[in-house]
């Protein structure tokens, strides 16, 4: 009698891993799902660690010197030596109109013929800055740099003739965590949350969804595992293939692209535990709706991929984007895992933070998980 | 010759009838990219607005709380906090409470006054750095029209800088996002479709059974690549029509050349596509293809960041990204009016991309009949 309950104790734990035993068998045979696990991490960082790039380099500009004096030729020195313009001097600005429908020019800044008159007469010297606004954030920092350098020789020039009374305001700009501004160090480790998306929704969802497909998960279910058993053994060996890219990907930011990396690898672990199990419930979900590898797919891409790069705050400033937009970031997991991401290697622990995004990510993976075991169950029947 | 248009018309019609016949995969076309185009056209943004900030203001004189009055009427920053000196503006920057903190000392309006320079500190989140820079652009402006203002009151006259931006005079982000998701949600549409053309058939085992038709390779492959196309075509010309009625966006080229740049898009992508397809053995590997495709291609397109902030080799390598010259060409198109020579400048590439994949993989096919 005692035996017997032993032995059906035993039973189920048996059979979990011989489950998990069978996946893990399944995903060394399949070289797709090595590829989505190894190869496109590697990918994704390569893309991130040189291709996606927000460190403006220089601007190409066209000046425009309608009258060659030595007002003006001073002003053209300033730009060109201004770490932000790479420029192309002409005299007639329709030359340089067609370059900037092209896009080969970002901006043209037309130095009036009146310049050293109307400076030397004390009125307001028209210069002229034109952006190319189909690009409106390279537009803003043209039109910003502009004003800037032209700020700038206007004061030099006010001090050189002494009329200034040098009332000067020096600011000091710091920008902490990130003192070089390389916009590399804050995409790599928000890539990571893109890596992980991968990982826990397009793979899982693609591989479930293969199985209805096939008509193997319905001899799954004819087994004496319950749903909860096999959604189990499913679920751990992509936990841990999940663990492996995140290892590498860590491995790959911080000692080959050389992001810093001031947090604990203990906090690291358990956020991303918090969001793995959150992404592979989002797809299984999606599996078990789908039931089909080419919509599971489409599915993935639409409320797995797309938000995780768009809406998480990754590139795009949250706080810019509409309150209705704003409002639905809330309900994707990436966002708080971007967040936590960027902290941990940049800033540090910052528990409070931390706790606050590990909250929000166990809740929407809560509610996921109820949906798929009722979703699951039901369709049994 | 008509036997050979007859057989192609009917494959694109059995293709057809494949894509539409289930009413959820009717739904994958229209309404994904539907709900993309209204929510990412307005979450795509690099613009910066609704900027939490924090102020400390330890003067006591005029001249910080005109500064800080000249911040605060401004769309840049939002919500502004007030606080004192201490540790306070670390823990709001550590935990993203605010993303800037400007910080005026005691003897600001003293020193101004005294004409030894006054110092002003600004301290920025650098995990946020795009946006922090145009912050830091944004209050250093600010800062400087004042000193420039007060230093001679007439001198605000001289420093008269007029700017125009071209094309887009109010710098609406959307007019961006919407020519760029004509390209993007095409992509993502299409590279699927054509990639699981093949791959599903041979899973099946229905594509064996085309290739013992009386079929030719050029055929098959024209069958699988028209609807495709069509498919492609349409995606693009939906999103195009939605984006200009419902934000306006204008259109300020010709429709003709723009229906050419999408048919040639289209044809490149479909390119990539079958390329793909006749390399995965099974349907997983065509979604994962595609999916290897798709996300360089969008990233590196200048759609999330421009081309030219790229280093020089990867600059070069991005000609065979497709997204890349249609970009060029759709925000050309719309907004620039861009000539027909400039538009042929950037579909050549085209051309040549969906052309070679095209015959490399109908190579793959016949050797696989062999």
């Known amino acids: ?381 | 010759m008509f036997h050979t248009l007859s057989r192609i018309g009917s494959l694109i019609i059995k293709e057809f009838l494949i894509i539409t016949r289930d009413p959820r995969s009717r739904l994958m076309l229209v309404m994904p990219p539907l709900m993309q185009l209204i929510i990412f056209s307005t979450a795509a943004t690099l613009e910066v607005k609704n900027i939490s900030l924090m102020v400390i203001n330890e003067d006591a004189g005029r001249h910080g709380t005109e500064i800080v009055q000249r911040v605060s009427g401004s769309k840049t920053f939002a919500r502004i906090y007030f606080s004192g000196p201490g540790k306070d503006h670390q823990a709001a920057l550590d935990q993203q409470k605010v993303m800037a903190v400007i910080h005026i000392p005691q003897q600001f309006s003293r020193d101004l006054e005294g004409g030894s320079g006054a110092d002003i500190q600004f301290i920025f989140d650098g995990r946020k750095s795009n946006s922090s820079q145009i912050a830091n652009a944004y209050l250093t402006e600010v800062v400087n029209q004042y000193a420039l203002e007060i230093s001679s009151p007439d001198s605000a006259l001289k420093a008269e800088v007029d700017t125009r931006h071209w094309f887009n005079e109010n710098l609406l982000y959307t007019w961006f996002t919407i020519p760029s998701l004509v390209a993007v949600l095409t992509v993502v549409m299409t590279i699927n479709l054509s990639a699981m053309a093949v791959a599903r058939e041979r899973e099946m085992g229905t594509f064996e059974q085309l290739l013992v038709s009386p079929l030719r390779p050029v055929e098959i492959l024209s069958g699988k690549v028209v609807p495709a196309m069509v498919i492609g075509v349409a995606e693009a010309l939906f999103i195009l029509t939605l984006g200009r009625l419902l934000f306006g966006v204008p259109f300020r080229g010709s429709p003709w050349l723009m229906l050419a740049a999408i048919s040639l898009f289209s044809y490149s992508i479909v390119g990539f596509g079958l390329f793909i397809s006749s390399l995965a053995k099974t349907q997983q590997q065509a979604i994962i293809g595609a999916f290897v495709f798709m996300v360089p291609a969008i990233s590196l397109s200048g759609f999330a960041t421009p081309v030219e902030n790229m280093p020089q080799w990867l600059q070069s390598a991005t000609w065979i990204n497709p997204m890349k010259h249609a970009l060029i060409i759709f925000k050309g198109l719309f907004l620039k009016a861009m000539p027909p020579a400039e538009v042929f400048r950037h579909a050549r590439p085209l051309v040549i991309i969906g052309t070679v994949s095209l015959i490399f993989s109908g190579w793959l096919f016949t050797r696989r009949l062999e």
């Open chain 1, 1 to 381: 009698m005692n035996e017997e309950r032993r032995a059906e104790k035993k039973r189920p734990k048996g059979l979990v891993r011989a489950l998990i035993k069978k996946e893990f068998l399944q995903i060394i045979r399949d070289p797709g799902t090595i590829m989505i696990t190894f190869g496109l991490p590697l990918v994704l960082l390569f893309i991130f660690g040189y291709g996606v790039n927000l460190d403006n380099s220089r601007f190409h500009i066209g000046l425009v010197l309608e009258k060659s004096e030595p007002e003006a030729i001073s002003l053209l020195t300033a730009f060109s030596n201004s770490r932000y313009f790479q420029v192309q001097v002409g005299h007639d600005r329709r030359v340089f109109n067609e370059e900037l429908v092209a896009g080969r020019l970002r901006g043209l800044v037309v130095i009036p013929a009146d310049l050293a008159q109307s400076l030397k007469r004390g009125h307001s010297a028209n210069i002229q800055v034109i952006t190319d606004g189909s690009e409106p954030n390279i537009a803003n920092f043209v039109q910003g740099y502009a004003q800037g350098v032209i700020n700038t020789w206007l004061i030099q020039r006010e001090q050189e003739e002494g009329q200034s009374e040098k009332a000067v305001i020096n600011v000091e700009a710091r920008f902490r965590y990130n003192q070089e501004l390389a916009s590399r160090n804050f995409l790599l480790p928000g890539s990571l949350a893109i890596v992980m998306t991968l990982i826990g929704v397009i793979l899982t969802a693609l591989v479930i969804a293969r199985e209805w497909e096939r008509g193997t998960m319905e001899a799954l279910m004819a087994t004496p595992a319950s749903i909860y058993q096999i959604l189990l053994a499913k679920l751990i060996p992509y936990f841990i293939l999940g663990h492996i890219s995140m290892f590498m990907c860590w491995a790959a930011a911080v000692f080959w692209y050389e992001v810093p990396f001031r947090g604990s690898p203990v906090a690291l672990l358990l956020i991303s535990s918090v969001f793995l199990l959150g992404a592979l419930g989002q797809g299984l979900l999606i599996s078990s709706m789908t039931r089909d590898q080419f919509l599971a797919a489409q599915a993935a891409l639409v409320v797995g991929f797309l938000p995780a790069f768009i809406l998480s705050g990754f590139i795009f400033e949250i706080a810019s984007m509409p309150t209705v937009v704003q409002g639905l970031t809330l309900i994707f997991p990436a966002r708080y895992f971007v967040s936590s991401l960027q902290t941990i290697f940049l800033a540090g622990d910052i528990w409070p933070l931390f706790l606050r995004s590990m909250a929000a990510m166990a809740v929407i993976g809560l509610v996921i998980f109820l949906l798929t075991t009722s979703k699951t169950r039901k369709r049994l029947d």
